[in-house]
């Protein structure tokens, strides 16, 4: 059975410090590794990772993918009280029918105080 | 429309009562997925529609549970006789092609099972 699991599960941090968010899988036929926020209800999109070792950045977010280890880290930096929401990681199975269907993890909420 | 849209936003029902749960998906995408998410849970796959298909229906808990699309956009799930463990934030979420994983969903619908 394909497995997410994300940690730490709670985090609580004070505004400008830096926090690492932890993603490992097991997913069969594995395509893609994606990372979406999660401020209200509706989760939207951050990154998505297809290569190992191959870093995204967006802003003060960024993120990387290690296919050998099964793992991807979300690395935010001068964190912002705005920041605070659920970090949602999730991998693709292009499966038999080669379509997108995403395996969440349980997300790791994060807290950052002023 | 310019988003996912979803209704009702929160549903309140009671026990033994069935629910419809709208969802209209961005136009022109031909991928739609309902996910839903437990408090405190990742997000659990529950089916997934291509066109007005559904060739992976494998994430639905019961036989309560069904969905249809129709004109390859507005997707309604229905929930029969609702039970307490039903409550939950579901999510519908489409994409621009079969196989693209990155998923713009909606707001959701907050169901509450009394």
């Known amino acids: 059975e394909d497995k997410v699991v994300q940690s730490p599960l709670s985090l609580v941090v004070h505004e400008g410090d830096t926090v690492t968010l932890n993603c490992s899988y097991e997913v069969t036929n594995f395509r893609s590794l994606l990372w979406y926020k999660q401020e209200k209800k509706a989760p939207t999109f951050l990154f998505m990772l297809t290569s190992s070792g191959i870093e995204k950045k967006s802003g003060r977010l960024s993120s990387i993918l290690d296919k050998k280890e099964l793992f991807s880290i979300l690395n935010i930096t001068a964190t912002q009280t705005g920041d605070s929401a659920i970090y949602l990681c999730?991998?693709?199975?292009?499966?038999?029918?080669?379509?997108?269907?995403?395996?969440f993890g349980q997300g790791t909420i994060l807290t950052v105080h002023p | 429309g310019a988003g996912v849209s979803q209704s009702p936003s929160n549903k309140v029902t009671e026990k033994g009562k069935d629910v419809e749960l709208r969802c209209d998906p961005i136009s022109g995408h031909t991928a739609l997925y309902w996910y839903r998410q437990s408090l405190g849970q990742g997000l659990e796959f529950l089916i997934y529609?291509?066109?007005?298909?559904?060739?992976?229906k494998s994430g639905l808990p019961s036989d309560r549970f069904s969905a249809e699309r129709t004109g390859g956009s507005v997707s309604t799930l229905t929930i029969q006789r609702t039970q307490q463990e039903d409550s939950a934030v579901y999510l519908c979420?489409?994409?621009?092609?079969?196989?693209?994983?990155?998923?713009?969903f909606g707001s959701g619908t907050q169901l509450s099972v009394l």
């Open positions: 529609f291509q066109g007005n298909s559904a060739p992976d």
């Open positions: 979420a489409s994409s621009n092609r079969q196989g693209a994983e990155k998923l713009f």
């Open positions: 999730a991998a693709s199975n292009a499966g038999g029918t080669s379509y997108g269907k995403l395996t």
